[in-house]
């Protein structure tokens, strides 16, 4: 697959010195989880396209978690516009069977990315390189049904049997997260 290169954002410092300090703890031996902190409107998804984009170039595969409430046209028209037919969405309204078929395409490797709410994080990718947890703090991101789940803590157990890094963003991180981040 080749990597589209559609309406790359130049990134302002800030962004460009959270990308290389997230690479540079990627290439530690024991790379951890990443918080990225930053108010509404800082450029937050920007670092995450960059981000995506360096996985993409390694043949991996992401996932991005969005809550649900959040999944709105203008927030994942942005990456199709950058990641074209490589993106593909799941969400609440899709019947069982079209979350499966987006899985399908994704075990296959049609895709190779995939942004939806918690259960997006169950994406059957072969090579899965990059989970984003984006708004971190959200609640939407524990279930209350069985099996019970934190999206989070879960991302961060799958991340680490897969080999694949973890990013969290949030204008107010959660407690549990910052502290860890501290």
């Given at each position: 697959?080749?990597i589209?290169?559609k309406?790359?954002?130049?990134?302002?410092?800030?962004q460009?010195?959270?990308?290389?300090?997230i690479?540079?703890?990627?290439?530690s031996?024991?790379p951890?989880?990443c918080?990225?902190?930053?108010?509404?409107?800082?450029?937050?998804?920007?670092?995450?396209?960059?981000?995506i984009?360096?996985?993409?170039?390694?043949?991996?595969?992401?996932?991005?978690?969005i809550p649900?409430?959040?999944?709105?046209?203008?927030n994942?028209?942005?990456?199709y516009?950058?990641?074209?037919?490589?993106?593909?969405?799941?969400?609440?309204?899709?019947?069982q069977g079209?979350r499966?078929?987006?899985?399908?395409?994704?075990?296959?490797g049609?895709?190779?990315?995939?942004?939806?709410?918690r259960?997006?994080?169950?994406?059957?990718?072969?090579?899965?390189?990059l989970?984003?947890?984006?708004e971190?703090?959200?609640?939407?991101?524990?279930?209350e049904?069985?099996?019970?789940?934190?999206?989070?803590?879960t991302?961060?157990?799958?991340?680490?049997m897969e080999?694949?890094?973890v990013?969290?963003?949030?204008?107010?991180?959660?407690?549990?997260s910052?502290y860890?981040a501290?």
């Open positions: 697959q080749t589209p290169e309406k790359a954002a130049v990134l302002n410092r800030e460009r010195q959270a990308v290389e300090d690479l540079k703890e990627w290439a031996d024991f951890r989880p918080l990225i902190k930053g108010v509404t409107g800082s450029g937050k998804t920007e670092v995450y396209m960059e981000l984009h360096h996985m993409l170039k390694e043949q991996k595969q992401v996932i991005l978690l649900e409430i959040a999944l709105t046209y203008q994942v028209s942005r990456f516009a950058r990641f074209g037919e490589q993106v593909s969405l799941i969400h609440s309204r899709m019947s079209e499966y078929d987006q899985f399908e395409r994704a075990k296959k049609e895709i190779s990315i995939m942004i939806g709410p259960s997006a994080l169950f994406t059957p990718f072969p090579r899965l390189g989970i984003l947890i984006d971190e703090h959200e609640d939407s991101y524990k279930s049904k069985t099996p019970c789940y934190h999206a989070r803590e991302a961060i157990k799958r991340g680490e080999g694949a890094f990013v969290m963003g949030s204008a107010s991180p959660s407690v549990e910052y860890r501290q």
